[in-house]
Nanobody, 122 residues
Framework: QVQLVESGGGLVQAGGSLRLSCVLSGRTFSSYAMGWFRQAPGRERDFVACISWNGDTTYYADSVKGRFTISRDNAKKTVDLRMNSLKPEDTAVYFC???????????????WGQGTQVTVSS
């Protein structure tokens, strides 16, 4: 049983930064590609970024390229999302996900966390 727990959300002013973190328990972390998604009120859940099992390959949504960075630490079983130059339109609930395909592209979320709220004020 895979469990994912996110942390690090909060309220930040536009232009600021936040770092989200997600820890996986229950299975071998390095077996999974990991990803981040977000869902704003009234909208569908959107892909944000993903990273392969060894960290060598990453993909980003166009809307966050150059501002967000995904990284992972297989020893700590964590995946982080560093978010810089935040905009009000980045406001959403951010979800961590694990893909049983270690390369994870196209990313398929087999397991999901509960989400963490990120609010960017203008």
């Amino acid at each position: 049983q895979v469990q994912l727990v996110e942390s690090g959300g909060g309220l930040v002013q536009a232009g600021g930064s936040l770092r989200l973190s997600c820890v996986l328990s229950g299975r071998t972390f390095s077996s999974y590609a990991m990803g981040w998604f977000r869902q704003a009120p009234g909208r569908e859940r959107d892909f944000v970024a993903c990273i392969s099992w060894n960290g060598d390959t990453t993909y980003y949504a166009d809307s966050v390229k150059g501002r967000f960075t995904i990284s992972r630490d297989n020893a700590k079983k964590t995946v982080d999302l560093r978010m810089n130059s935040l905009k009000p339109e980045d406001t959403a609930v951010y979800f961590c996900a694990a893909d049983s395909d270690p390369m994870g592209w196209p990313f398929a979320g087999n397991y999901w966390g509960q989400g963490t709220q990120v609010t960017v004020s203008s």
